[in-house]
């Protein structure tokens, strides 16, 4: 598996500017590095909204796919 690039993903976040994010693997330093990423790219376009998952074996995907959906995002 290649290793996360976060100069690219950052670049890649500036140039489709998108607002929904769906972050995944297993290397915690990774992760955080791609949070802290979109957390900054957040703040910079003053967005107030954030939802948050921790995904188990008893997640409910259809409470996530009803937040995804909401105007709010």
């Known amino acids: ?8 993903f950052s670049k890649e976040l500036q140039k489709n500017q998108q607002s929904k994010f769906l972050l995944l ?3 915690a330093l990774s992760r955080k590095e ?3 990423i979109i957390r900054q790219f957040a703040k910079e ?16 995907w259809d409470q996530c796919a009803s937040s995804l959906s909401s105007q709010g995002l």
């Open 1 to 8: 598996m290649a290793a996360f690039d976060s100069e690219a």
């Open 25 to 27: 693997g297993d290397e």
């Open 34 to 36: 791609a949070f802290d």
């Open 45 to 60: 376009k003053t967005y107030t909204e954030k939802l948050s998952f921790t995904v188990d074996r008893f997640f409910k």
